[in-house]
């Protein structure tokens, strides 16, 4: 029982390249409800432009391993079964996770030819 959420690529025809899967990432679950406003179990289209910002506050984050400014670029977000509730050793594992995927989305898909499908269950 939790959060369980993924990014998905596909191809401009509907085909399903990769998926990324997380597991109670809660501050990647703020950041599209507060984006977004997603729902449980609704598919939401994300943009490049939010892998891209996805991708430099996480290096920022990781990089001053800072807790302030974590709460100001990417900050937990509550809710029922979310996962971890502090800034703690797992709010950066978690940051390194959403690094790890959008890295690898920014270096092997592209906005021409992809889209980008947020889907989370909780």
């Known amino acids: 029982m939790g959060l369980d959420h993924r990014i998905s690529v596909k191809d401009r025809s509907g085909e399903l390249l990769k998926e990324y899967w997380f597991r109670k990432v809660n501050c990647l679950q703020g950041y599209m409800e507060v984006k977004y406003k997603v729902e449980n179990c609704v598919d939401e289209i994300m943009t490049f432009d939010d892998i891209c910002y996805l991708n430099d506050v996480a290096i920022k984050i990781l990089e001053s391993r800072s807790i302030e ?24 594992d978690d940051i390194a996770t959403v690094l790890g995927a ?6 092997n898909f592209n906005e021409k030819d992809h889209h980008l499908v947020y889907w989370c269950w909780y």
Do not use: A, M
């Open 69 to 92: 400014l974590g709460k100001v670029l990417l900050p937990i977000q509550t809710g029922f079964f979310y996962g971890n509730y502090e800034y703690n050793e797992f709010y950066f």
């Open 102 to 107: 959008t890295s690898d989305i920014l270096e």
